[in-house]
Nanobody
Framework: QVQLVESGGGLVQAGGSLRLSCAAS????????MGWYRQAPGKQRYLVAG??????TYADSVKGRFTISRDNAKNTVYLEMNNLKPEDTAVYYC?????????????WGQGTQVTVSS
């Protein structure tokens, strides 16, 4: 079965830092693209940071503050979040985009809550 398990969320004061981890099965992690999405209540889920085998991408709202990385030996992707702001409060989801015959299929973790107090 597909398994993506996020951890590392919690409550932090503005200006603080957290590191999220996403442990994936090897069969999923071996594919090229992994990402972190977030979703606040009543709002759409969107990509915060993504990483392929070579490149990274970030939403404008987190550029310069968040860093995505991957440890292939541990089948884990990380999101280092620095200088957190209240607007970063959301449920963060790990995503694996897996190639299929017709395009891509997305797999999701259960989410981890990040709450930033002002």
């Amino acid at each position: 079965q597909v398994q993506l398990v996020e951890s590392g969320g919690g409550l932090v004061q503005a200006g603080g830092s957290l590191r999220l981890s996403c442990a994936a099965s090897g069969s999923i992690f071996s594919h090229n693209f992994m990402g972190w999405y977030r979703q606040a209540p009543g709002k759409q889920r969107y990509l915060v940071a993504g990483i392929s085998s070579r490149d990274t991408t970030y939403a404008d709202s987190v550029k310069g503050r968040f860093t995505i990385s991957r440890d292939n030996a541990k089948n884990t992707v990380y999101l280092e979040m620095n200088n957190l702001k209240p607007e970063d409060t959301a449920v963060y989801y790990c995503n694996a985009r897996v190639p299929t015959m017709s395009g891509f299929r997305d797999y999701w973790g259960q989410g981890t809550q990040v709450t930033v107090s002002s």
